[in-house]
């Protein structure tokens, strides 16, 4: 038997109050308020020479001349077509690059070459790491060019900071003002740029000068000159830490076998300056390694972070902190390779065994990677070079859903549409299949004759819409609704078809 007890709630006492203050009534403490956010610290790159460097300057150069060369391309496709190499345009429907059309219908491309580009980054990211965000990132790149603006204006890191931190004055003005006149001539040309992407790019060029644009095209460059003057100019590597998901994801991307930025601090720690008279056997007795604590590695950094501290969310993998550390390397007279691209694989064997780990290119993320990026690469290239002349589709009538004749019969209503993706007028041939003793009439054409198949034609590069009436005999109707099948059939063999319904009364 369990006996149950009412538990009682613990006695408050209430505090007796405090007695008055001989000084009279006392003021309740004030309260400060406190930021739930941490304050910016604003990061000075320091100016850094090495591979690495070297590296990025390439990639900026021969992407932003990618960028902003790309829209000039011309591209013969024969007359009454764009010439322009790549042009995405809305207003037609259409994109070209360069040999290639897609047209509204084929958006499928357009995903497939979206999966391919994420699985490449996956593989980039599980063999080197943030190596996207480092050198391709259009952030990064354009963020690069507007440091390297900055550093031309008002010189490398600390000439930066003392300006910073000194009074406004007259030179102080000058250097701000041309510093941002720069950058904003670098975001109109990048806002004009997208938009030659749109349009015709010497057309709306011309328009520009003479003051004829539209309106949507100056709002559209007026709104990329803004964006990529504040992104790159202010927001730099805090879109990289807080707006960027990437992040967040490089840590399920990578594995042990991945190359990353690394701290070797087997051989760095402890860390301390180095004296003159100091060997560095003596150094080595005092517990201290290769590493003098100089910051060298965190004031090149474009995100400001320590890379001794492991790795960090913000290191977008640049290597600039490997530059750093090589080149005071070099001037005391130690190895380099303090800090490099390594794997943890290999940090671990050389900490326990002494002895480097080979790199594994070939493991089974890659592999998982590189087959799934050959087989959606072949799958498009396939569908590229097959891919059709002629597209239909048809749309039935649903008001009425069927017509009654005077001879019993049942007439069915379509709105048939032919794409001709051909840049030559074509002649098409359309027959039904499905029902027994169907025919077909096209409204407009003479007295809407029926016959079992029809003559069409469609204008070069030019969707053309047709009326079209299936009639089918009552004896031919097995239900409410039958399957029917619309074939078109060029001239030169190519065939199109679409499966639709046939609707009669229900019997």
Known sequence: MTTTTDVQPPHLETPEPLPPSPSGPQKPPRRTSRSMYLKHNKVYPKAVHGTFRRLKWTALAV?????????????????????????????????????????????????????????????????????????????????????????????????????????????????????????LLIAAATGGAWIFYFTDAPTLLGDMVRFEASSTALGFIGLFTATTYLLAGFAREQVCTYM??????????????????????????????????????????EGLGDCIDCFNCVQVCPAGIDIRDGLQMQCIGCGLCVDACDEIMTKIGRPTGLIKFDTQTNQVAIATTGKPAPYRLFRPRTLIYSLLMLVIGGAIAVGLALKP???????RDRAPLFVALSDGSVRNAYTFKISNMTRDPRDYTLTVAGLPGTTIAVAGEGQEIQAVQQRLSAPPDTVATYRIFVTAPRSSLQ??????????TSANGETATYESVFMGPAN
């Open 244 to 285: 960027c998901p990437w992040p967040r994801f490089q840590s399920a991307m990578i594995d042990e076998d991945s190359l990353i930025v690394t701290y070797q601090d087997w051989r760095g720690e402890g860390r301390g300056p180095v004296r003159k008279s100091q060997s560095w056997d003596e150094r080595r007795g």
């Open 479 to 488: 239900g409410a609704s039958q399957p029917l099948t619309f074939r078109l």
């Open 63 to 183: 992407l932003l001349a990618i960028y902003y060369v790309l829209p000039w391309i011309r591209w013969d496709r024969g007359p009454d077509a764009p010439d322009q190499a790549v042009l995405l345009d809305l207003a037609n429907r259409r994109f070209y690059l360069f040999f290639i059309e897609l047209w509204p219908q084929q958006i499928y491309y357009l995903t497939g070459a979206l999966i391919l580009a994420a699985l490449g980054l996956f593989l980039a990211t599980s063999l080197a790491g943030r190596v996207w965000c480092g050198y391709a990132c259009p952030q990064t790149v354009w963020t690069d060019l507007y440091v390297w603006v900055e550093r031309l204006v008002e010189g490398d890191r600390s000439e930066r900071i003392r300006l910073d931190q000194g009074k406004w004055t007259a030179r102080k003005l000058g250097r701000k003002a041309l510093k941002n006149l720069i950058w």
């Open 389 to 395: 002349g002629l597209d239909i589709s048809v749309l």
